[in-house]
């Protein structure tokens, strides 16, 4: 059969049925009932007869079509696969087009949501990668260099954050680390930075861990003229030892009323590791007065706007300054402090302390023990601690 010529595939005219015109060597145009015209190529590989796509005509001509097929064929002579390698081509071309700093570190915030870390991880995220890091959100990926992001964390450094500085750069290198497995960098130029920042100054929270200026602090729960159910919150955090947003999203789902625990989910914790509370009676009495009984509600605390919503991440320290108290004086993490000052001046167990504060143990089988051992003790800490809060709130200031 004569091969093709532009004016025959242009006097081509549709069927009722589609059919095909030869050019040899595998290519052939297919005419399809609706006038219009497609290259294809059949080939075999591994005794397979498998079928390629060229385009449509005319938008590939047929010179452009039989310089596809003599490509086609010069990979089966290397033993590769045509089909797949255009597979390959076209992801490669897809990753191309995505090579600015700020694409790829939007992928990168995208697998931290589908692996569900904790929301307040991901808006700090964003904004490290979509607000501080501007300057590189249209440089390509593979081409920014350590002097660049030097300059731009040495910048934020100046202004006295030092610990954002060194958060952002651990932003900033995941970002590298995704565009180097996925091919669109070949190094994480945050690696040539190593002690290049200046160390964060560590300050601890701020917390009261005097017993006459905490019970202090409860009796001003007393006279709160805010939300109550904010107060209820803030007590339940201090009885339990927790951290805020732990408190905050309590749910009636995670507690044993009868067995008189509280189970935060791992997704919850910081160290992302369930955590079992034993709840003493003064605990489980907050439970009860903010038991929801609406259908589908479970917030033991919800938010004023929403029995759905939770509190809002700064409800607590808001009501704090509102009491009088300065974020230099005290702060809703500044409670985990207190408790573990307190408990270790009246001498209880360190380590029965820092189970109870879910304090991750470096080593994993003491972990483990730990876990198992402790909790009878963690259950009598408890109540001692919820009875020692008591007798400092209701003593009589000197």
């Known amino acids: ?89 076209q992801i490669a071309a897809e990753r191309a087009a995505r090579t600015t700093f700020k694409l790829v570190a939007e992928e990168h915030v995208e697998s931290l949501v589908e692996r569900e870390l904790a929301p307040a991880t991901i808006r700090k995220q964003r904004w490290y990668l979509f607000e501080l890091a501007k300057p590189l959100h249209r440089r390509p990926v593979g081409e920014v260099t350590p002097s660049e992001v030097l300059y731009l964390l040495k910048s934020i450094e100046k202004s006295g954050r030092r610990e954002t500085a060194k958060k952002m750069r651990g932003a ?11 091919m669109r960098a070949d190094t994480d130029p945050t690696a040539a930075l190593k002690g290049a920042l200046v160390p964060p100054k560590v300050v601890g929270r701020a917390a009261i861990t005097d017993e006459k200026q905490f019970g202090a602090l409860l009796r001003s729960f007393e006279t709160f003229s805010g939300w109550p159910v904010i107060i209820d919150a803030m007590k339940f955090q201090i009885l339990t030892m927790t951290r805020p947003g732990e408190t905050r999203g309590a749910k009636k789902g995670e507690i044993d009323r009868d067995k ?41 605390f919800p938010s004023l706007v ?35 000052t307190i408990l270790n001046s009246h001498g209880h167990d360190p380590d029965v302390i820092e189970a109870a504060l879910a304090h991750q143990d470096t080593n994993a089988i003491r972990r483990a023990y730990n876990r198992a051992t402790y909790w009878k003790q963690r259950i009598e800490l408890m ?14 200031p000197s």
Not at 173 to 180: D, E, G, H, T, Y
């Open 306 to 340: 929403s029995n759905r919503k939770w509190l809002s991440e700064n409800a607590f320290n808001s009501a704090m300054r509102r009491m009088g108290y300065t974020k230099e004086e005290v702060t809703a993490h500044g409670f985990r402090v207190t408790a573990s």
């Open 1 to 89: 059969m004569a091969a093709l010529s532009e004016f025959k595939i242009s006097k081509a005219r549709k069927r009722d049925k589609p059919y095909k015109l030869s050019d040899g060597g595998g290519l052939f145009l297919l005419v399809k009932p609706n006038g219009s015209k497609l290259w294809q190529q059949k080939y075999r590989f591994v005794d397979k007869e498998r079928l390629l796509s060229h385009g449509p005509y005319p938008e590939v001509s047929l010179a452009q079509a039989r310089r596809k097929r003599d490509e086609a064929r010069s990979l089966l002579a290397e033993g590769k696969d045509p089909g797949v390698q255009k597979r390959l081509d």
């Open 172 to 182: 900033i290198s995941a970002v590298f680390r995704l565009a180097v497995v996925t």
């Open 260 to 300: 008189r625990t509280w189970t935060i989910p791992a997704e919850r914790m910081k160290m992302r590791r369930e955590h079992k509370v034993p709840l003493s009676k003064q605990a489980l009495a907050i439970v009860e007065a903010n038991w929801p009984e609406i259908e589908g509600v479970e917030l033991l």
């Open 383 to 396: 109540q001692v601690w919820a009875d020692l809060l008591d007798e400092l709130k209701y003593q009589t």
